[in-house]
């Protein structure tokens, strides 16, 4: 079964970066897609960025485009979520995960998720 770790959360102020990490285990890359998704209080879950698994093909939520940047490191079994620009509006927790179903990203950043993690809570204030 799918695991998967976050870290990398934090307190920025808006116009800063932070880089989001997640760490999988028990994890086909060469099949599985994976990406994250957030979720705001009191909003429904949104489909941020997702990368797939052959042709390491990178996909984002427009709210995203242009400021965040997916890539994965397979040796270390580690997506990477890269986030410049913040703005207050990207506040929310982060979780990584499996799109459903799980070879490809699409499903993902329409709001179908197969595996997630605990999530990290990602606040941009000043």
């Known amino acids: 079964q799918v695991q998967l770790v976050e870290s990398g959360g934090g307190l920025v102020q808006p116009g800063g970066s932070l880089t989001l990490s997640c760490e999988a285990s028990?994890?086909?890359?060469?099949?599985?897609?994976i990406g994250w998704f957030r979720q705001a209080p009191g909003k429904e879950r949104e489909g941020v960025s997702c990368?797939?698994?052959?042709?390491?093909?990178?996909y984002y939520g427009d709210s995203v485009k242009g400021r965040f940047t997916i890539s994965r490191d397979i040796a270390k079994n580690t997506v990477y979520l890269q986030m410049n620009n913040l703005k207050p509006e990207d506040t929310g927790i982060y979780y990584c995960?499996?799109?459903?179903?799980?070879?490809?990203?699409?499903?993902?950043?329409?709001?179908?998720?197969?595996?997630w993690g605990q999530g990290t809570q990602v606040t941009v204030s000043s």
């Open positions: 028990e994890f086909m890359w060469e099949y599985y897609a």
């Open positions: 990368i797939s698994s052959t042709s390491g093909n990178t």
């Open positions: 995960a499996t799109p459903e179903p799980v070879y490809y990203c699409h499903g993902l950043l329409n709001g179908d998720f197969g595996s």
